[in-house]
């Protein structure tokens, strides 16, 4: 019968040299955002309890605080440690079929690793969990768009009014959405409402291998393109978050293709992160034959990349303001 695929782990070549474990991988960021070392159980349990008895009727936190604690997901966690970067998951479907979904796979596949929200909250509810992360935050990001969750542009009119409704109340913090950019229209009206940043996802700058993995359903990788270049037109932050990995990432046309698409799309940063995908499936699925000799590493990319556009960014995380102006000053 067909090989089972692997579980959605991020894969890498290890090696033992004398009794000691190596592992191919590069640290990209030195933000300790979803450390667990420095994530203390305890104080997030208190977190919880706290924060759920001030807000004991909205549904959002309650589903945070189940994240948090029966999911182990850092982010959630940070929303009761009141730090970092507060999520904010609204949208239960979605527009893509994309084979690695870690909040849904059909049957038969491996299990996804987050349970998917089965429910929209109201705009009250996120505006309320939002505004109690900026005020209680010296440098605060919210996002939509979660693992947990489906693409929150088909819960636009949610997101929208929950945004108005935060920037009724404050001017503080960094609004930003992680997207699959499906909807071009859709992300200008939500800058008009005051979306500062949008994070957006690709494998590939190339459409055939794009499409071949995210399988779109109604929309187009043009459709895609036509979002950043929107939501820079809007004085946006545009980040890719560009699922890695190695064998395609850092192949010669692969990697000529993410400059062409960094320079016309003024790309403002690049966040490197690990495909959590079985390595020999996404390679069939993409119909890509990799090749020692065409291959530049990941490293070297990163490196090159850094030459040639001195003023892209590079992480893994969405950044604060006050992480951009530090990048920019």
Same mark, same amino acid.
């Given at each position: 019968?067909?090989?089972?695929?692997?579980?959605?782990?991020?894969?890498?070549?290890?090696?033992?040299?004398? @009794?000691?474990?190596?592992?191919?991988?590069?640290?990209?960021?030195?933000?300790?955002?979803?450390?667990?070392?420095?994530? @203390?159980?305890?104080?997030?349990? #208190?977190?919880?309890?706290?924060?759920?008895?001030?807000?004991?009727?909205?549904?959002?936190?309650?589903?945070?605080? @189940?994240?948090?604690? +029966?999911?182990?997901?850092?982010? *959630?966690?940070?929303?009761?440690?009141?730090?970092?970067?507060?999520?904010?998951?609204?949208?239960?479907?979605?527009?893509?079929?994309?084979?690695?979904?870690? %909040? =849904?796979?059909?049957?038969?596949?491996?299990?996804?690793?987050?349970?998917?929200?089965?429910?929209?909250?109201?705009?009250?509810?996120?505006?309320?969990?939002?505004?109690?992360?900026?005020?209680?935050?010296?440098?605060?990001?919210?996002?939509?768009?979660?693992?947990?969750?489906?693409?929150?542009?088909?819960? *636009?009119?949610?997101?929208?009014?929950?945004?108005?409704?935060?920037?009724?109340?404050?001017?503080?913090?960094?609004?930003?959405?992680?997207?699959? *950019? %499906?909807?071009?229209?859709?992300?200008?009206?939500?800058?008009?409402?005051?979306?500062?940043? &949008?994070?957006?996802?690709?494998?590939?700058?190339?459409?055939?291998? =794009?499409?071949?993995?995210? #399988?779109?359903?109604?929309?187009?990788?043009?459709? &895609?393109?036509?979002?950043?270049?929107?939501?820079?037109?809007? $004085?946006?932050?545009?980040?890719?978050?560009?699922?890695?990995?190695?064998?395609?990432?850092?192949?010669?046309?692969?990697?000529?293709?993410?400059?062409?698409?960094?320079?016309?799309?003024?790309? @403002?940063?690049?966040?490197?992160?690990?495909?959590?995908?079985?390595?020999?499936?996404?390679?069939?699925?993409? +119909?890509?034959?990799?090749?020692?000799?065409?291959?530049?590493?990941?490293?070297?990319?990163?490196?090159?990349?850094?030459?040639?556009?001195?003023?892209?960014?590079?992480?893994?995380?969405?950044?604060?303001?006050? #992480?951009?102006?530090?990048?920019? $000053?």
């Amino acid at each position: 019968g067909r090989p089972r695929m692997l579980p959605l782990f991020s894969y890498a070549a290890c090696a033992l040299y004398k @009794d000691e474990v190596y592992v191919a991988a590069l640290r990209i960021d030195k933000e300790l955002r979803h450390d667990p070392r420095f994530i @203390d159980i305890n104080k997030v349990r #208190r977190g919880v309890e706290k924060i759920r008895k001030m807000f004991s009727r909205n549904r959002l936190i309650r589903r945070l605080a @189940d994240c948090a604690l +029966k999911h182990g997901c850092p982010g *959630a966690q940070n929303f009761f440690l009141s730090r970092y970067e507060g999520p904010l998951p609204t949208s239960p479907s979605c527009n893509a079929g994309c084979f690695g979904c870690i %909040s =849904y796979q059909p049957s038969g596949s491996c299990p996804p690793t987050q349970p998917r929200i089965k429910f929209a909250p109201a705009p009250e509810e996120v505006a309320e969990a939002a505004l109690f992360h900026i005020y209680n935050v010296r440098d605060p990001v919210i996002s939509f768009g979660q693992g947990c969750e489906g693409e929150p542009l088909l819960a *636009a009119d949610i997101v929208e009014k929950s945004i108005t409704l935060i920037r009724k109340n404050t001017s503080r913090g960094v609004i930003n959405m992680n997207t699959n *950019a %499906s909807r071009p229209n859709t992300i200008g009206r939500l800058f008009y409402a005051g979306l500062d940043s &949008v994070r957006v996802s690709l494998n590939s700058a190339r459409e055939r291998y =794009y499409a071949a993995y995210y #399988r779109p359903k109604d929309y187009k990788f043009k459709d &895609v393109v036509r979002s950043i270049k929107i939501a820079k037109s809007k $004085g946006g932050f545009v980040s890719i978050n560009y699922l890695t990995m190695p064998g395609f990432t850092d192949s010669v046309d692969e990697f000529s293709a993410l400059k062409d698409f960094i320079r016309k799309n003024r790309v @403002d940063m690049i966040q490197w992160r690990n495909l959590n995908f079985d390595p020999l499936r996404y390679f069939r699925i993409l +119909k890509f034959s990799c090749s020692r000799y065409g291959m530049l590493g990941v490293r070297q990319i990163i490196y090159s990349l850094r030459k040639s556009f001195p003023r892209l960014m590079m992480g893994y995380y969405n950044p604060s303001r006050g #992480r951009m102006r530090r990048f920019n $000053g």
